[in-house]
T-cell receptor, first 114, second 115 residues
Framework: AQSVTQPDIHITVSEGASLELRCNYS??????LFWYVQSPGQGLQLLLK??????LVQGIKGFEAEFKRSQSSFNLRKPSVHWSDAAEYFC????????????FGGGTRLMVKP | NAGVTQTPKFRVLKTGQSMTLLCAQD?????MYWYRQDPGMGLRLIHY???????AKGEVPDGYNVSRLKKQNFLLGLESAAPSQTSVYFC??????????????FGPGTRLLVL
């Protein structure tokens, strides 16, 4: 069975600083990987996804993520954080099984200092 | 186009009471899902449906039942609520086909408190 670990429960960065959120997955085959963002009181919004091709994927809101098979990682990055990026971020892996089910990590809460 | 909507937004129940959460989507999606979100545990799949009239268990199905009588609706029922079911519940939907990279679209959530 697949699993996802987000090692950092909370991260605080200053506005304008760079950001990297870590995600490690466990899955036997090529995974399908996703990053979602959840603003306070809201549902989840897809930031980006990887399922084949270029290992560096671009998403919305200036985010990118890099798939590294050798490290079983799919870390999310942003070069310059804005106060509006404060939210909770979830990494997820899909097995490509019937129903397209996802397994989510525990989430990382990002706080942005002015 | 409202996307995925959930009713109610918030509910307080007493232990042993029953209730039904309603999820509706207007995107003609085949697949629908119910998740619960608990602090530090991310989202865990309760039940899902790959089409009208079909349902299947997810990771944490105990204490919940579901029905998909119409393609656009997916109901989650709690027959006898317990404090352990205090959580935020999210519904999602996605297309079938298109491979495993298809997006899941999420509703705004239902916050449930069981006393």
């Amino acid at each position: 069975a697949q699993s996802v670990t987000q090692p950092d429960i909370h991260i605080t960065v200053s506005e304008g600083a760079s950001l990297e959120l870590r995600c490690n997955y466990s899955y036997g085959a090529t995974p399908y990987l996703f990053w979602y963002v959840q603003s306070p009181g809201q549902g989840l919004q897809l930031l980006l996804k990887y399922f084949s091709g270029d290992t560096l994927v671009q998403g919305i809101k200036g985010f990118e993520a890099e798939f590294k098979r050798s490290q079983s990682s799919f870390n999310l990055r942003k070069p310059s954080v804005h106060w509006s990026d404060a939210a909770e971020y979830f990494c997820a892996v899909g097995a490509g099984n019937a129903g397209n089910m996802l397994t989510f990590g525990g989430g990382t809460r990002l706080m942005v200092k002015p | 186009n409202a996307g995925v909507t959930q009713t109610p937004k918030f509910r307080v129940l007493k232990t042993g009471q029953s209730m039904t959460l309603l999820c509706a989507q207007d995107m003609n999606h085949e697949y629908m899902y119910w998740y619960r979100q608990d602090p530090g545990m991310g989202l865990r799949l309760i039940h899902y449906s790959v089409g009208e009239g079909t349902t299947a268990k997810g990771e944490v199905p105990d204490g919940y039942n579901v029905s998909r009588l119409k393609k656009q609706n997916f109901l989650l029922g709690l027959e006898s609520a317990a404090p352990s079911q205090t959580s935020v519940y999210f519904c999602a939907s996605s297309q079938s086909g298109g491979g495993p990279g298809v997006d899941q679209y999420f509703g705004p959530g239902t916050r449930l408190l069981v006393l």
